[in-house]
Every structure is written in structure tokens, then in C-alpha cells.
């Protein structure tokens, strides 16, 4: 699927300073090596399985299916994972490849945090040195998460540059990566970047859509007819779909966050909105003015809250093999609190915006369809905001 | 053909060139103007025009905040293209242009090089987009008569030769890891890369990143075939503003003086 380039049909690529060149090629040999090495598998595996909780439980949720009255719905619970998102499984990866390489710092980017407490997570368990760049505005919303980091020794950099959210802290991870290379890996935390980001995140989240098929033909004994994920830079997406994408029949959708609508500048749906651009190491969709200048992007989901996309999602839309959606604030609270009261399970409002779209659609479908739907992460951090979205101003 | 524009621009001191970088725009295009030939009258043998980008990944703060004071004020590629073609003709050195892959890409790569050409640009320098890259950029500035400057980085290490075998105008050796803007020490070591771009070819080689004083500028120079200076200079206009012109021309002649001096 990908050429030695790391392109995605006209996607992808390595658009970095030369300073950051040997660097990803360096990544990419390490990664060649150990990908398919029987001990690097197996200590990644005990990670997973023994510290991280997977696999990750495929729960039919018969509440939400009687409710919604059409399609049988499963809920893969990413998470049920330790650290509460699907985040640790690319974390453990990279810590594991890093420490392989030598490396004994790692620097990571975080919007929401969830990828921040991962890092953070896993460079307590494997003893390592980290820092997390978190654009202002994101520390703000996100207060729990950045004490959680700091509880485990990591140290949080707020970026106030630009936008003071994602994009920005990706950049200045870029630029803290130029600044000091041989002892620190740069642990990204989604499926975007210079390649072999892109391809190494996708692998690490592909567990996900493993698990997904086989606990769908144990449960139901045929795949699912949709499989139904969020998306900002697309890693949980993209994991969710990697080990589906040769079988036609299953539906793939994306749901992007469309913010306040994606008729509006208050968007971050980059597939519905976007057009080709380079940035961030790859070629991909961007949000973006007629200029090539990035445009500031908004959602209520800091997760989500991304001008870009990773680029083998802006290939599997140019391709059609799957289907991206724009979902709004006000649907995503909405399906926020509905799960919480049909399911007991409060979903991160990143992972609410694949559930509302889900409640679209389910209804129109017979009941003998199945779809599944990635629970990303859980919503205990988003409480506050989205009690405060209804009004309420509660302390966190 | 800006391969001997730029070439003739080092050969016509003593074989080294001072080359101050400025962002278009900021805080408007007339002071971007008046500090092109502020730049040429003081010493300057190539310009480094900046054409801003919304978010500049290989900038320090410095150079960050020239490009969000530029991209306020509301500059774009078209206007900057305007301002170039309508100074050309009494601009007598290289101007070339650095900006980011994006603003080339999203431009059009052959329209955008059409219309460098068409202004007289010499050269471009886009330092996110490498060796493994150039391949989408490189020809269309070719086919145009633009230089494609190519860096070279501390890290480069045995890909400096491969880089320098294709170099175009001149070589763009990046003095040290980490993003542009002012350093009290540039500790790499520079004899080694610039032997290694020699041993493959005589395009010239310029250090940038770091470089702010007159000494620092005769030191890199005198390792090389010139200095490039951007954030000591673009510090000074963030402080001035469209007031800029003088204080830049007194410092610029400075770091020339001492580049010449060699």
C-alpha cells in the first residue's frame, strides 16, 4: 500500500528540513528492522495485553440498538484501555522502537491530552525523559489532562504560538525535534507527519481492526457492514479501518468535526472543506486560503480540532473506499449525552462525533445490518466543558 | 540565468557575499521595499525575500513574528510578485525567494514559478521540502530560469554529497541544529561540511541560521563563500517597523564591511 516514499497515491511524502532527514530515515530503518522481529512482537504484545488491557472489548450495545431501531450496533471500547483512549497503543509502539534505537527522551504533541498522558504514561513505565508541547488554549480546556502528565514526571510546554491548539503544537514539536535529535525520539501521535510516521501510527493502531474482525465473526460470524470511527489527524479511524480496507462490502466512514458547521469558518472538517496542500511533513487535504496559508480551525473537540488529515484518509477518500462525514458540535453533545443515558458509558467528545453519525444512520438501516463503532477514548475529561456547553459551570 | 546571477553576486566582492534575509510585507510591502535598497546600498550581494507562511515550521520567534506582522497586514504571494517586478529594474543583485512548500505548492508550482520569472526572481530556497522532494519543485524553476537553493544541515552527514552534486545558485549550509534566530555560538563543525560540498562541486557555499554580529558574519564567511543574516535584521524591523530602512542599513553595512573585509 505504501511505495519506499511513504506516498498514499499523491500523498504523504517527507516535505521536512534537512536537518530532520536523517533522522526519518534513521526511524524508518529502525522500524523496517524490528516491525516483523519475534522479540520486538512479543514485548510489545505483553505491553498491550498485560499493561495496557487489550484486547479491547467488542460490546454490543442493545440499548442504543433498540433505541436507535435499525441496525445492530457494536461499540469497540478503546476506551477501556489503560490512560482511557486508543492513544497508549501507538505509544507503546514508539517508546518500544525508540528505547531499541538507542533513544532515552521522547517529545510528542498533544491536542485533547489523551496523546500527551499516553506519552507521558509510557515514559514512566520504560523510564524515560519526556516533554509535551500543548497549545494554550488546549491546556485551558483540557486542565485534567496536563496535571495528569505532570503527575507522571512529564514536562508540559505550552505553546502559544499561532492558533494555541494542535497544528501549533505539532509545529513546535517539529521545531523542539530540529533542536536536539540523537538522544530524543519525536513520538507522534497520530497518522500524519513525514513519513514513516504516517505508516508506523497506522500499524500500531491496526490492532484495533484486527480485534474488530475477529470478535465480529466470533460474535455474529461475518464481518460488520460499516465500520464507523472519528477523525482529526485520523489515527483511531485508520486503525479501525486498516485490516478492512481489501474487503469491499464493509463500509468505512470518517467523521470529521465540522465545528459549528461546515458552512462556516468555525470548522475543522478538512475533507469536506479542504484542498491539497503540504504541510506538516506530508501532502494531504488542509484547511487552508486560496494562498496556501493554514487556516485556523475550530471544534469543540480538541482532538479533532486539526487543519490536515492524515494522508492514507485523504487517499481512501480520493479512492472512495471510504466515506467522510462532517459532524457538528451540537450532534456530537448531543450523542455525548445520549450514550451516557442509554449506555452508562460517557464517550470523549472526540469519539461522539463517530456515535452521532451512527445515530443517523442507524435508523435507516434493517436490523440484520451491523455496524461498528470506535469508542476512542472515554469522556471523564470532557465533563466540565460539556457541562459548561449546557450552561452549567461546574469545578472540575 | 540566475545560476550566473548568483554566481557573478559572490565573485563580485572578494569571492564573498553578504546576503541579508527579509519577510515581504512586514510590516508593509513599501517598507519591504525601501529595505531592499536600504539592503543594496549598504553591501548586500543577494536578498533573501521571505514570502510569509501562516505557520513556519524551520522559524524561531523572531522570524515567526515577521511572518504573522506581514500575514496581518494582509500581504499575499500576488502582492509580493507586484512589489518584486515593480523594484526589479533598480535592483542591481539576485533577489531570491524562501517560503515553504505550501505557498509554492497551493500557488501552482509552474504558475508561481512563471511569475518569479516574469518579476526576475533568481532563486528559491523552500527549507521543508529536502533532497527527496525537489523533484516536484526543481524542474518548473528550472524550465524558468530560478535557481532551487538546496541546504544542507550538521545532520546531513554522508547526504551532503548527494545534495551538492545537483546544487543550484548556491549551497545554504544551516550552521547549527534547530530553528533560525540568534545563537551566541555556532558550534558545528563548518570546515568539514563545507570540504565535503567542495570535494563535488564549485557551486558557492553560504552559512545561515545564527549568525548576527559583524564577527560572526567575517567568521562564517571566511569558512565559506558567504554569510546569510535574517533574525538580527529582521529583530530590527520588528522594532522599528516602517521606520526600518536606516537602523537595518547601519547594521547590514556593518556585517557587509566585515564579509568584505576578508
Redesign the interface.
Known amino acids: 500500500m505504501t511505495n519506499p516514499?511513504g506516498r498514499f497515491g499523491d500523498h504523504g511524502?517527507?516535505?521536512?528540513?534537512?536537518?530532520?532527514?536523517?533522522?526519518v530515515i534513521e526511524l524508518e530503518e529502525a522500524y523496517d528492522r524490528y516491525k516483523d522481529d519475534p522479540d520486538f512482537k512479543a514485548e510489545l504484545r505483553s505491553y498491550l495485553n498485560d499493561y495496557a488491557n487489550r484486547p479491547s472489548l467488542l460490546y454490543f450495545a442493545e440499548r442504543m440498538t433498540a433505541g436507535l431501531g435499525g441496525a445492530k450496533i457494536y461499540l469497540k471500547r478503546e476506551d477501556l484501555n489503560h490512560t482511557g483512549a486508543h492513544k497508549i497503543n501507538n505509544a507503546l509502539g514508539q517508546a518500544l522502537l525508540a528505547k531499541r534505537m538507542g533513544k532515552t527522551r521522547l517529545i510528542a504533541e498533544t491536542g485533547a491530552g489523551q496523546h500527551g498522558v499516553a506519552t507521558a504514561t509510557v515514559a514512566a513505565l520504560l523510564g524515560m525523559e519526556c516533554h509535551v508541547y500543548m497549545g494554550v488554549e488546549d491546556m485551558e480546556r483540557q486542565a485534567l489532562n496536563v496535571y495528569r502528565m505532570r503527575l507522571m514526571g512529564t514536562e508540559v510546554h505550552g505553546v502559544d504560538?499561532?492558533t494555541g491548539t494542535l497544528?501549533?503544537a505539532v509545529?513546535e514539536c517539529?521545531?523542539e525535534w530540529?533542536?536536539?535529535?540523537s538522544d530524543t525520539h519525536y513520538l507522534l501521535g497520530s497518522c500524519m507527519g513525514p513519513h514513516p510516521f504516517p505508516t508506523i501510527v497506522r500499524d500500531f493502531q491496526a490492532f484495533i481492526s484486527e480485534e474488530i474482525r475477529e470478535q465480529c465473526l466470533a460474535a455474529e460470524g461475518r464481518l460488520p457492514d460499516y465500520v464507523v470511527a472519528c477523525v482529526g489527524g485520523g489515527s483511531n479511524a485508520i486503525g479501525s479501518f486498516y485490516h478492512f480496507i481489501d474487503d469491499a462490502d464493509v463500509r468505512l466512514i470518517g467523521c470529521e468535526a465540522a465545528g459549528r458547521g461546515i458552512d462556516t469558518w468555525e470548522t475543522a472538517a478538512t475533507l469536506n472543506t479542504g484542498?491539497?496542500?503540504?504541510?506538516?511533513?506530508m501532502?494531504s487535504y488542509?484547511c487552508?486560503d486560496?494562498?496556501?496559508?493554514?487556516a485556523p480551525v475550530y471544534s469543540i473537540s480538541a482532538g479533532l480540532d486539526y487543519p490536515g488529515i492524515g494522508p492514507e484518509h485523504a487517499w481512501l477518500h480520493d479512492t472512495g473506499r471510504a466515506q467522510y462525514v462532517a459532524i457538528t458540535d451540537d450532534e456530537a453533545v448531543d450523542a455525548f449525552e445520549y450514550l451516557s443515558r442509554t449506555e452508562g458509558i460517557i464517550p470523549a467528545i472526540e469519539s461522539a462525533h463517530a456515535l452521532a453519525h451512527v445515530m443517523k444512520i442507524a435508523p435507516t438501516l434493517p436490523s440484520d445490518q451491523i455496524v461498528v463503532v470506535t469508542l476512542s477514548g472515554r469522556g471523564d475529561k470532557d465533563c466540565a466543558a460539556m457541562a459548561r456547553y449546557r450552561g452549567e459551570d461546574i469545578d472540575e | 540565468m540566475s545560476n550566473e546571477s548568483i554566481r557573478a553576486a559572490f565573485e563580485s566582492g572578494n569571492g564573498k557575499a553578504f546576503i541579508p534575509f527579509i519577510t515581504c510585507g512586514d510590516p508593509d510591502l513599501e517598507a519591504t521595499k525601501a529595505l531592499v535598497f536600504a539592503l543594496q546600498d549598504a553591501g548586500a550581494d543577494i536578498i533573501e525575500l521571505g514570502i510569509p507562511?501562516?505557520?513556519p515550521?524551520?522559524e524561531?520567534?523572531v522570524i515567526?513574528g515577521a511572518n504573522l506582522r506581514a500575514?496581518s497586514g494582509g500581504v499575499?504571494?500576488?502582492a509580493i510578485l507586484e512589489m518584486v517586478a515593480e523594484i526589479r529594474a533598480q535592483v542591481r543583485i539576485p533577489l531570491v525567494f524562501m517560503t515553504?512548500?505550501?505557498?509554492v505548492?497551493?500557488?501552482g508550482i509552474e504558475r508561481f514559478c512563471e511569475r518569479a520569472e516574469d518579476a526576475g526572481i533568481d532563486g528559491l530556497i523552500l527549507?521543508?521540502?529536502?533532497?527527496?522532494?525537489k523533484d516536484e519543485f526543481a524542474p518548473a524553476c528550472a524550465a524558468h530560469g530560478i535557481a532551487y537553493i538546496?541546504?544542507?544541515?550538521?545532520?546531513?552527514?554522508e547526504?551532503v554529497a548527494m545534495?551538492a552534486a545537483e546544487a543550484q545558485g548556491f549551497v545554504y549550509c544551516?550552521s547549527s541544529?534547530?530553528?533560525t534566530g540568534t545563537r551566541d555560538a555556532i558550534t558545528t563543525d563548518i570546515d568539514a561540511l563545507v570540504a565535503r560540498v567542495r570535494s563535488v562541486t564549485d557551486v558557492p557555499v553560504a552559512v545561515g541560521f545564527g549568525i548576527s554580529s559583524p564577527e560572526q558574519a567575517a567568521a562564517m564567511a571566511a569558512k565559506s563563500d558567504g554569510a546569510i543574516v535574517g533574525s538580527a535584521l529582521v529583530k530590527l524591523v520588528a522594532e522599528h517597523g516602517a521606520e526600518a530602512a536606516d537602523p537595518v542599513a547601519r547594521q547590514a553595512r556593518k556585517l557587509a564591511e566585515a564579509v568584505h573585509a576578508l
Do not use: W
Open positions: 516514499r511524502g517527507q516535505y521536512i528540513p534537512e536537518t530532520l532527514m536523517n533522522a504560538s499561532g497544528k501549533d509545529s517539529m521545531r530540529t533542536k536536539r535529535i484542498s491539497l496542500g503540504i504541510f506538516h511533513g501532502k488542509f487552508q486560496e494562498y496556501g496559508q493554514i | 507562511f501562516s505557520d515550521t524551520a524561531g520567534p515567526q500575514l499575499t504571494t500576488d515553504y512548500g505550501n505557498i505548492y497551493h500557488y527549507p521543508d521540502t529536502p533532497y527527496e522532494e538546496s541546504l544542507i544541515a550538521p545532520t546531513s552527514d547526504r545534495i544551516v541544529l534547530g530553528v
